[in-house]
């Protein structure tokens, strides 16, 4: 599997900018695409947005498009989420996946269960 290790979240007021990144250990099949979701306590994780590495094709939850960018760095095998205009009900644990997954339709690319490889999560807190 994937190692994957996520920095950058931390506490921020409503309206402000946090950027994750992830940090892959290598770049295999079983990581065309990788993603990330989120979970609060006593919540299933849910999907926030993923990349078909590959090909550059994003998705995105209805809840952060328009104000999250998730991208790749191929050179650096790294994964971010710049994430804009945050608010209150975006606080969470946020996990970097991977997956070996090639239905790249929206259903399939948003089921967690498809990811076969996490990161520890890092917790992004937004005050109001």
């Known amino acids: 599997q994937v190692q994957l290790v996520e920095s950058g979240g931390g506490l921020v007021q409503a309206g402000g900018s946090l950027r994750l990144s992830c940090a892959a250990s290598?770049?295999?099949?079983?990581?065309?695409?990788m993603g990330w979701f989120r979970q609060l306590p006593k919540k299933e994780r849910e999907f926030v947005s993923a990349?078909?590495?590959?090909?550059?094709?994003?998705y995105y939850a209805d809840s952060v498009k328009g104000r999250f960018t998730i991208s790749r760095d191929n050179a650096k095998k790294t994964l971010s989420l710049q994430m804009n205009s945050l608010k209150p009900e975006d606080t969470a644990v946020y996990y970097c996946?991977?997956?070996?997954?090639?239905?790249?339709?929206?259903?399939?690319?948003?089921?967690?269960?498809?990811?076969?490889?996490w990161g520890q999560g890092t917790q992004v807190t937004v005050s109001s």
């Open positions: 990349i078909v590495w590959s090909l550059n094709i994003t």
């Open positions: 290598e770049r295999t099949s079983s990581s065309n695409v």
């Open positions: 996946a991977a997956g070996p997954i090639t239905n790249y339709t929206p259903r399939t690319i948003s089921e967690r269960l498809n990811y076969h490889s």
